[in-house]
């Protein structure tokens, strides 16, 4: 019972060109993360939403955006992919003001890689 | 800002051993949370365990357990009795009580030897 779910899990990209990737949950998290992870480091934050608020870390490129249009749905969307932006991008969902579910749920990732 | 620091790029353990892995936090916060996650090789990240900072009492799940040291901001996982299934990427995390941001440590490679 996949509760984090991330399509698709390997995209491939050509340099330059439009890549949206999509983040869905069933745990009616109000709190929704983008994360980017380079081989065998830690996941860097580029973005998180609390509902509808966006909140954009200091040093995400212009490059990357994101969209939530409902409290399911996030995407991130890298508008020019340069060979830099190859890593694994993963979502995660947090619940926030209950202590009971203070835990990060993580998808799978999707593996993004640039041709 | 907060920062995680796993000193440990890398550690070792036979099977039916324990392990320790360290880390340590900065934080000018009294209230936080702090966790530990397993990231297998090509698989999902998963909680191992889960400490609130207003709690004295170390969290424990099953061969897991912590050392959570407030004033030294220093909160160590505990492995016992290693299995071969965890061998994994782990990573210290920290989140505020009342922010939404959680944040990595740079992650340890636990290596399982049968």
């Known amino acids: 019972d996949a509760m984090v779910i991330q399509n698709p899990r390997y995209q491939v990209t050509q340099f330059g060109k439009p890549v949206t990737l999509s983040c869905s949950q069933t745990?009616?998290?109000?709190?929704m993360y983008w994360y980017q992870q380079k081989s065998s480091q830690a996941p860097k934050l580029l973005f998180h939403y609390y509902d509808k608020d966006f909140n954009n870390e200091a040093d995400t490129p212009d490059n990357f955006q994101s969209r939530r249009p409902n409290t399911s749905f996030c995407f991130l969307d890298i508008r020019s992919p340069g060979l830099g932006d190859a890593a694994m991008y993963l979502c995660?969902?947090?619940?926030?003001?209950?202590?009971?579910?203070?835990?990060?749920?993580f998808g799978q990732g999707t593996r993004l890689t640039v041709v | 800002a907060q920062t995680v620091t796993q000193s440990q790029p890398e550690m070792s353990v036979q099977e039916a051993e324990t392990v320790t892995l360290s880390c340590t936090y900065d934080?000018?916060?009294?209230?936080?949370?702090l966790f530990w996650y397993k990231q297998p090789p090509s698989r999902q990240m998963i909680l191992v365990i889960r400490q609130e900072a207003y709690k004295q009492q170390n969290a424990t799940e099953n061969r897991f357990s912590v050392n959570f040291q407030k004033a030294a901001k220093s909160f160590s996982l505990k492995i016992s009795d290693s299995q071969l299934g965890d061998a994994a990427m782990y990573f210290c995390a920290y989140r505020s009580r009342y922010g939404n941001k959680l944040v990595f440590g740079a992650g340890t490679i636990l290596r399982v030897k049968s």
């Open positions: 995660a969902t947090s619940s926030a003001g209950r202590d009971l579910n203070t835990e990060a749920f």
């Open positions: 745990l009616n998290h109000n709190v």
């Open positions: 934080t000018s916060e009294s209230d936080y949370y």
